[in-house]
């Protein structure tokens, strides 16, 4: 297959370096010293693999026409440049591995809905400050038809992953796993960025651990109108979290925090890394977007519409700021 991976941080680099390790015809769209690196050294991954491959590599999207497939990325907050680059690109199916549900919203828009594929990657990793990426959750990466199916095209895109090394699988019901993706994001996100801790600590503290349980189920009642169900997986099991009372959440969630501590202690979430880093924080398109589509619908979100303003707050230049205050 002809596959396009839109964006070179953890996330392209892993996926695009296993399907060219693999024998897929892949070509990475990336700018700046990343490219250069890519360029020059290829994909290294290490961790849960270990290897380098070289990889065609682009810093200019106009000059690639075709492709069976194309992935996303790119930071959330790129998508709609990032989009527009590629908006003349002849493509079979187009696919996001990116934070959050408006993805398949945006796809759709640019490419339609016959060629959007769902899609959800619990799969994490960090590119070093040297270049090579280090892989270190391989969880899942499930595809499926919109709003539900399994077709041909994307059970041959699950094989090359899974042939690629990727815990990739096909599912009928891939909005049920994009949302319940999204509630744990949700959940992790917030109080990560809040705290600054790794992932098992503010999940095995009481306090934060109340505050992941709010925000996963208020997630879960955005999806519930919406009419989209949610599922249990791994890490967390979402479904189950938010029907039972909360206390009773609470302490799983403590509980898997410290199966979490034992297994991924230095895991952090990739918006406190790129808090860390000074990067720009994935805020309107993940929290933002539950807020505005809770407004929208008459769903009240409390939780999440403070930690929504406390982290934009934290996101955006003080002046900016008081100007949205004011």
Avoid at 225 to 234: A, F, S, T, V, Y
Avoid at 257 to 268: I, L, W
Wanted: include cysteine.
């Amino acid at each position: 297959m002809k596959i396009i991976v839109l964006g070179a941080g953890s996330l392209g680099s892993i996926i695009g370096g296993h399907l060219a390790r693999a024998g897929q015809e892949v070509t990475i769209i990336a700018r700046g010293q990343r490219a250069t690196y890519l360029e020059h050294h290829g994909i290294t991954v290490t961790g849960l693999a270990d290897f380098t491959v070289p990889v065609a590599v682009t810093t200019k999207p106009q000059t690639v026409s075709e492709a069976d497939v194309l992935v996303m990325a790119v930071k959330t907050y790129d998508t709609e440049s990032a989009l527009e680059s590629v908006s003349h690109l002849k493509v079979e199916s187009v696919l996001s591995i990116q934070n959050g549900v408006l993805k398949d919203e945006q796809l759709a828009h640019t490419f339609g809905w016959e060629k959007t594929l769902g899609a959800a990657a619990f799969l994490s990793g960090g590119v070093t400050p040297a270049g090579p990426v280090r892989f270190t959750v391989n969880e899942y990466l499930v595809l499926g038809e919109l709003p539900a199916g399994i077709t041909a095209r994307v059970q041959t895109l699950v094989a090359a992953l899974v042939d690629a090394g990727i815990r990739a699988e096909a599912v009928s019901q891939v909005q049920a796993v994009e949302w319940s993706k999204y509630a744990l994001f949700m959940s992790w996100m917030a109080p990560a960025v809040l705290t600054r801790l790794e992932s098992y600590k503010f999940q095995i503290h009481h306090d934060t651990a109340v505050v992941v349980a709010l925000l996963m189920r208020e997630t879960g009642l955005l999806a519930a109108k919406l009419g989209i169900p949610l599922e249990d997986r791994q890490p967390l099991p979402i479904k189950t979290l938010c029907g039972v009372p909360l206390s009773e959440a609470v302490t799983m969630i403590r509980h898997l925090g410290t199966v979490m501590e034992a297994r991924a202690p230095a895991h952090k979430v990739s918006t406190l890394q790129d808090l860390e880093q000074g990067r720009r924080l994935e805020v309107e398109e993940t929290l933002g977007y539950a807020v505005r589509k809770g407004a929208e619908l008459g769903v009240p979100l409390p939780t999440m519409e403070t930690c929504y303003r406390l982290i934009a707050g934290i996101d955006r230049p003080s002046t900016e700021v008081i100007r949205t205050v004011v």
